[in-house]
C-alpha cells in the first residue's frame, strides 16, 4: 500500500464513521482498518495505544476481582 493509498483508505474510513456514526463504523473495510493502523504506528502513536490498552486491561481485570 502506497502512502496515497493508506491516507485514502484513512480518509475514506473516517468520512464513513462522520457522515454516519455508528453505522459508518460498521461500514469501514478491512483495508480501512489497516489503513488506520498503520497510520497510528507510523506517527509513533503505537506503542503509547499498547501500553494504555495494557494497562487499562490491568485496571479492569483489578475492578472485577
Given amino acids: ?3 496515497t493509498e ?3 483508505h484513512c480518509g475514506r474510513a473516517l468520512r464513513k464513521i462522520d457522515q454516519r ?3 459508518g463504523v460498521e461500514m ?3 483495508d ?3 489503513a488506520l493502523a498503520v ?13 494504555t490498552a495494557i494497562a487499562v ?7 472485577g476481582t
Avoid at 497510520?39 to 501500553?51: F, N, R, S, Y
Avoid at 486491561?57 to 475492578?63: A, F, G, T, V
Fill in 28 to 30: 469501514v473495510t478491512l
Fill in 1 to 3: 500500500m502506497t502512502e
Fill in 21 to 23: 456514526g455508528p453505522r
Fill in 57 to 63: 486491561d490491568r485496571l479492569n481485570e483489578q475492578e
Fill in 39 to 51: 497510520l497510528v504506528d507510523l506517527t509513533g502513536a503505537g506503542p503509547l495505544c499498547i501500553e
Fill in 6 to 8: 493508506m491516507l485514502a
Fill in 32 to 34: 480501512e482498518i489497516t
